[in-house]
């Protein structure tokens, strides 16, 4: 059986499909594939962001790109995967 978690989404990075007060449910695992929507902690700040592997190159992605550029992770970085977005509620 696999291992599930919730939080609640804060702020307009991801909208258009993730609204502020949106509740998200997502697996509890620690990788992801190029593409999926992840609960991350970068430097210890939690996101949800869209995952993007590409070569050797990590970078989380929001929905609202027109006000949100893409992070990019490096070596540096504290980054860990909590889990892949599998749904969410609306509650707007």
Same mark, same amino acid.
């Given at each position: 059986?696999?291992?599930?978690?919730?939080?609640?989404?804060i702020?307009?990075?991801?909208?258009?499909?993730?609204?502020?007060g949106?509740?998200?449910?997502?697996?509890?695992q620690?990788?992801?594939?190029?593409?999926?929507?992840?609960?991350?902690?970068l430097?210890?700040?939690?996101? *949800?962001k869209?995952?993007?592997?590409?070569?050797?190159? &990590? %970078?989380? !992605?929001?929905f =609202?790109?027109?006000? /949100? $550029?893409? *992070?990019?992770?490096?070596?540096?970085?504290?980054?860990? &995967? %909590?889990? !892949?977005?599998? =749904?969410?509620?609306? /509650? $707007?």
């Amino acid at each position: 059986s696999s291992e599930a978690f919730i939080v609640e989404a804060i702020g307009d990075s991801m909208e258009s499909k993730i609204y502020e007060g949106d509740i998200v449910i997502a697996k509890k695992q620690n990788t992801a594939d190029h593409g999926d929507v992840v609960v991350c902690s970068l430097n210890e700040k939690v996101l *949800i962001k869209k995952f993007v592997h590409v070569m050797d190159t &990590i %970078s989380l !992605v929001s929905f =609202n790109q027109e006000v /949100y $550029h893409p *992070i990019g992770v490096s070596e540096d970085d504290l980054f860990v &995967i %909590s889990g !892949v977005v599998k =749904n969410i509620l609306h /509650y $707007h």
